[in-house]
């Protein structure tokens, strides 16, 4: 059953008048987002005028790009230094580099990757060996059946099947229920074309979203309204907890959103998501000209000890 879902578009004016006085905090989700759905996922490239657009909203709020493929991948598409960066389903969180790391002792988070950028959470690494195995194993195997991509995310891996023949469709699925049967901590999911292989942690899009407002320190914030826009299954556990905070906008970009979406807003396409996220960079800019005051937040970076074993913390101000 199809329902009906306000369009964010369409209902902007009566969503800004909400937000005023609180802090937004945008999260995106990227293929079907900031870019369209493509045959070749290395070819989802956003266009410059949607880059352009979500330069100019992490100009006036803290802004996540949140996606199923590698943390490096992503951020080779959307090549923007003020955002954030949450790959694999929010399995690998990395944050815009800052004068001083954040710190979090249970999951590696003072780690480097190769550009020098900090990573700040990575729930899922003692999986990497058995994911490297299931991605040898799933080529293997996948390499006879015409049109199908296996795409190495680092914490989970996906693999396409846009581009198979409908009648070839169900033996590569058994193929690969026939790997993953055969490792009992990862489960497999169905998404838009591709079936993903993921280690089976309490960790999703959800539980990315929440550990990226608990780093802002907005964790306890009854004034935080987090902006969530997606289009595909797994940003149904980012719309969940925005619901479940009882404000905020969980948007869909459908343009038959589902019954059992837990979205409250939808866009149809990409082209409505840059005219959406244009329009909330104006309306801010124009709170700004008005001279309308601006929340600030405050961010405590626990890091490290002095010499005298006393724990330092740097607090940074920023603008939302």
Not at 102 to 120: F, Q
Not at 225 to 244: H, M, Q
């Amino acid at each position: 059953m199809v329902v009906e879902h306000p369009s964010a578009l369409g209902s902007f004016d009566r969503m800004m008048k909400a937000a005023k006085g609180k802090r937004i905090v945008v999260f995106l989700d990227y293929d079907g987002t900031l870019s369209p759905i493509v045959d070749d996922p290395d070819r989802a490239f956003m266009s410059d005028e949607m880059r352009a657009a979500v330069r100019e909203v992490a100009k006036y709020f803290p802004t996540a790009v949140i996606s199923g493929r590698s943390r490096d991948k992503v951020k080779e598409f959307v090549q923007l230094s003020n955002v954030y960066y949450a790959g694999s389903h929010g399995m690998d969180i990395m944050v815009p580099p800052r004068p001083l790391r954040p710190c979090d002792a249970n999951n590696n988070t003072t780690a480097m990757d190769i550009k020098g950028s900090d990573v700040l959470f990575q729930p899922a690494k003692r999986f990497l060996p058995a994911i490297q195995e299931i991605r040898t194993l799933l080529e293997e195997i996948t390499r006879k059946v015409e049109g199908a991509r296996v795409e190495d995310n680092r914490f989970c891996i996906s693999v396409h099947f846009r581009k198979v023949r409908e009648e070839d469709y169900g033996i590569l699925e058994e193929k690969v229920k026939s790997v993953v049967g055969k490792y009992a901590e990862f489960h497999l999911t169905l998404g838009k074309k591709v079936l993903e292989i993921r280690p089976s942690i309490e960790w999703n899009k959800g539980h990315a979203l929440e550990y990226l407002l608990d780093t802002l320190g907005f964790s306890n914030s009854s004034d935080v309204l987090p902006l969530y826009i997606g289009d595909d299954r797994t940003d149904e556990d980012a719309f969940k907890v925005i619901r479940s905070r009882g404000q905020g906008f969980p948007i869909i970009v459908s343009s038959t959103p589902k019954e059992d979406t837990k979205a409250c807003y939808s866009l149809h396409d990409p082209s409505e998501v840059l005219t959406f996220l244009l329009r909330l960079a104006r309306w801010r800019k124009a709170l700004l000209q008005a001279g309308h005051s601006l929340k600030f937040g405050v961010l405590v970076l626990e890091v490290g000890r002095d010499e005298e074993g006393r724990k330092r913390k740097h607090r940074e101000s920023f603008t939302v």
